[in-house]
């Protein structure tokens, strides 16, 4: 059960029953051809469509201060996500928490050993709809100082009308759903593989921001 906080006050609960990570959802497919180059050189494999929806354990979607990880070598991904509720659709910052060294076997596999970290606060969709593409994300990692590692704007992605167009056309879209939208490209030089991450959504017209921000533990090795 995740509950979000909305700006008049009212406070919304929500019982994930169906988790979705949208994956190559940018919105200029051009750039994700490029992008899917350079994942194959580096042995991960190309998806066979995009973009594409990855379905992940509902469990994984949490509202936390804190990730485990198993070794060093896991980071976060700036996101929007949608909280389908049995009355509306809801939209909160997300922060895809990603296995890097299982990458190279399955993307599927890499974001179903790690959690979707998700914000406590919400903005209505539709209060928000109108300048989807203005909303802004930006991402930060900390390695010994906070250092910005991803910055840009919702246009970048794919918006949340289409992929609710996807649920329809599915028989996906449920109460209970939660989506996350993919991510913005890193910045090059930053160390992804940092010991906290912090996303933030913001909206320019209100000055409102959505955040969320969580340590990475790692855990001792195996006892034998």
């Not at 994930?16 to 959802?25: D, I, M």
């Not at 296995?99 to 050993?113: F, P, Y």
């Not at 918006?159 to 490209?185: N, R």
Request: charged letters at 20%; hydrophobic letters at 40%; glycine letters at 8%.
């Amino acid at each position: 059960m995740l509950h979000f906080s909305l700006p008049d006050g009212q406070r919304v609960g929500v019982d994930v029953r169906q988790l979705l990570n949208a994956g190559f959802a940018g919105r200029s497919q051009d750039n994700v051809a490029e992008h899917v180059a350079e994942l194959v050189a580096m042995g991960i494999p190309a998806p066979t469509k995009t973009p594409c929806l990855y379905p992940i354990a509902p469990f994984l979607a949490v509202q936390s201060g804190e990730v485990y990880a198993q070794h060093g070598r896991t980071s976060g991904e700036a996101e929007w996500a949608i909280v389908i509720t049995r009355d509306e659709v809801l939209l909160t910052v997300a922060c895809d928490h990603t296995d890097r060294d299982l990458e190279v076997h399955g993307v599927a596999w890499s974001k179903q050993a790690a959690p979707d970290m998700l914000g406590r606060q919400a903005w209505r969709l539709s209060d928000v709809a109108d300048r989807i593409d203005d909303l802004t994300l930006t991402a930060w990692v900390r390695n010994g100082e906070w250092t910005e590692i991803q910055s840009g704007t919702c246009g970048e992605l794919l918006p949340p009308e289409y992929w609710i167009d996807v649920l329809h056309a599915q028989k996906l879209y449920a109460p209970g759903t939660v989506l996350l939208s993919g991510t913005i490209p890193m910045k090059k030089g930053v160390d992804q593989f940092a010991d906290a991450w912090r996303v933030e959504l913001g909206d320019p017209l209100t000055g409102r921001t959505i955040s969320t921000e969580y340590h990475v533990r790692l855990l001792p090795d195996p006892i034998a």
